[in-house]
């Protein structure tokens, strides 16, 4: 069995930063995708940065150049740095792991930018 936590979140002041960490623990043989996604209240859940175990990376538009993800293949863990943090970026975050016979969820950490 595999288990997905996250940690990190909380809360700060607009222009702030946070670290976002999920670390996927268990029976592991292989982990092909890690990425964050994150959903606010009242819309759909969005894309924010993914990393291939090769180390591809892909972001959704309104975090390029403020968010960067990277991970550890040898702990199983995911990073998200998050650095000039706006009121809109509020959301409950989301780790999604990819595995080569399916796909896993965290249960998803809040963070909440204040203005």
């Known amino acids: 069995q595999v288990h997905v936590v996250e940690s990190g979140g909380g809360l700060v002041q607009a222009g702030g930063s946070l670290r976002l960490s999920c670390a996927a623990s268990?029976?592991?043989?292989?982990?092909?995708?890690m990425g964050w996604y994150r959903q606010a209240p009242g819309k759909q859940r969005e894309l924010v940065a993914a990393?291939?175990?090769?180390?591809?990376?892909n972001y959704g538009d309104s975090m390029k150049g403020r968010f960067t993800i990277s991970r550890d293949n040898s702990k199983n863990t995911v990073y998200l740095q998050m650095n000039s943090l706006k009121p809109e970026d509020t959301a409950v975050y989301y780790c999604?792991?990819?595995?080569?016979?399916?796909?896993?969820w965290g249960p998803g950490t809040q963070v909440t930018v204040s203005s």
């Open positions: 990393i291939t175990s090769g180390g591809s990376t």
């Open positions: 999604k792991i990819v595995f080569p016979l399916g796909t896993l």
């Open positions: 268990g029976s592991i043989f292989r982990i092909n995708v």
